[in-house]
């Protein structure tokens, strides 16, 4: 019997499916559902910030990698684009608002959860010495999971102004537009790869939950 074309599912959407239960388990997190429902704690956030901010230059060496690994000019010139905003945009949000909130340079130095250092570690790892894809999968994961459930949030009531903030800078369009370019770009993957790309997938959602556990076991700022 002759497939249709059509009906085949692109790459990055049978590598979700196949990673259902971890994906779910992220999208119902208590992180996700405390905001959901307008209850999350100033402390948790404040301590959520702090943690997300140290990953923003892991990100930067991150895309890095996938820059010097990519097949081409135009995804090079994306990813330039990428770390352009991680390293002014973002960190410009980080600064302005931990000034907000009066986080201050000794909050920043506290020792960070081990789960936060193995988010780190363990996602650098796999950029660094995987293959561009491998970047993809792992920075797909992460994005697209934000993506997905700030795009919920961002319906619901969010009675802290920053918090609300910050939920909408992840479902605003040049966000969604990110999350589409790397689902893009795994699609374009060899369908031989799939097995090692979703392992990739699955232990980044899974170094996620973890991290996104940590504010609340955390001393907060």
Same mark, same amino acid.
């Given at each position: 019997?002759?497939?249709?074309?059509? $009906?085949?599912?692109?790459?990055?959407?049978?590598?979700?499916?196949?990673?259902?239960?971890?994906? $779910?388990?992220?999208?119902?997190?208590?992180?996700?559902?405390?905001?959901?429902? $307008?209850?999350?704690?100033?402390?948790?956030?404040?301590?959520?910030?702090?943690?997300?901010? $140290?990953?923003?230059?892991?990100?930067?060496?991150?895309?890095?990698?996938?820059?010097?690994?990519?097949?081409?000019?135009?995804?090079?010139?994306?990813?330039?684009?990428?770390?352009?905003?991680?390293?002014?945009?973002?960190?410009?949000?980080?600064?302005?608002?931990?000034?907000?909130?009066?986080?201050?340079?000794?909050?920043?130095?506290?020792?960070?959860?081990?789960?936060?250092?193995?988010? *780190?570690?363990?996602?650098?790892?796999?950029?660094?010495?995987?293959?561009?894809?491998?970047?993809?999968?792992?920075?797909?994961?992460?994005?697209?999971?934000?993506?997905?459930?700030?795009? *919920?949030?961002?319906?619901?009531?969010?009675?802290?102004?920053?918090? *609300?903030?910050?939920?909408?800078?992840?479902?605003?369009?040049?966000?969604?537009?990110?999350?589409?370019?790397?689902?893009?770009?795994?699609?374009?993957?060899?369908?031989?790869?799939?097995? *090692?790309?979703?392992?990739?997938?699955?232990?980044?959602?899974?170094?996620?939950?973890?991290?996104?556990?940590?504010?609340?076991?955390?001393?907060?700022?």
């Amino acid at each position: 019997m002759s497939i249709d074309v059509k $009906d085949i599912k692109p790459l990055s959407e049978r590598i979700r499916a196949a990673n259902q239960d971890v994906w $779910d388990a992220m999208q119902a997190h208590r992180f996700v559902a405390e905001i959901e429902a $307008d209850r999350l704690s100033a402390d948790t956030f404040k301590a959520y910030l702090v943690y997300e901010c $140290d990953f923003v230059e892991t990100a930067m060496l991150i895309f890095g990698h996938m820059l010097v690994k990519a097949p081409g000019l135009e995804e090079r010139r994306w990813l330039a684009g990428v770390l352009q905003a991680l390293a002014v945009e973002q960190i410009g949000y980080f600064e302005r608002t931990f000034a907000a909130l009066g986080i201050t340079a000794a909050d920043r130095a506290r020792p960070l959860p081990p789960s936060v250092f193995a988010f *780190r570690d363990g996602m650098l790892a796999i950029a660094r010495d995987g293959t561009y894809r491998d970047g993809v999968a792992i920075m797909l994961a992460a994005e697209w999971m934000y993506a997905t459930w700030c795009t *919920r949030a961002a319906a619901c009531r969010i009675g802290d102004p920053i918090l *609300r903030r910050w939920v909408d800078l992840h479902a605003e369009p040049e966000f969604l537009a990110q999350a589409d370019w790397l689902r893009r770009q795994l699609d374009a993957a060899d369908p031989a790869e799939e097995d *090692r790309l979703g392992d990739r997938f699955r232990r980044a959602l899974e170094l996620e939950i973890a991290f996104h556990q940590a504010p609340f076991e955390g001393a907060a700022p």
